[in-house]
């Protein structure tokens, strides 16, 4: 059974960090796209950022350029996601998703419709 699930949300001041990871079981990372996507109250699903199979390429929303950093470890089958200066507009649950294309990425690859395997999502909380 495919699955990924999330962890590393929670309640952060603003102007702080947290680092959401996503783990895959059930199949090989290898030759597929990760994604993370937020959804806050109220808000449609937004593409955070994605990272291309091999790790050589990355996007970002406007949004969190320069604050967020997207990895891979495909020997640990794992992806993460790096926040930082944290803004109450980032409260949110945030997925990971995986979309099964072995090429390099840009901001197209942002869109909710090209991935067919999502986590279960995880809280994360901005607030003083």
């Known amino acids: 059974q495919l699955q990924l699930v999330e962890s590393g949300g929670g309640l952060v001041q603003p102007g702080g960090s947290l680092r959401l990871s996503c783990a895959a079981s059930?199949?090989?990372?290898?030759?597929?796209?990760i994604g993370w996507f937020r959804q806050a109250p109220g808000k449609e699903r937004e593409g955070v950022s994605c990272i291309s199979s091999s790790g050589e390429s990355a996007a970002y929303a406007d949004s969190v350029k320069g604050r967020f950093t997207i990895t891979r470890d495909n020997a640990r089958n794992t992806a993460s996601l790096q926040m930082n200066s944290l803004k109450s507009e980032d409260t949110a649950v945030y997925y990971c998703a995986a979309w099964l294309y072995n090429q390099g990425v840009g901001e197209w690859g942002l869109k909710a419709l090209y991935y067919d395997n999502w986590g279960q999502g995880t809280q994360v909380i901005v607030s003083s």
């Open positions: 059930g199949f090989s990372l290898d030759y597929y796209v």
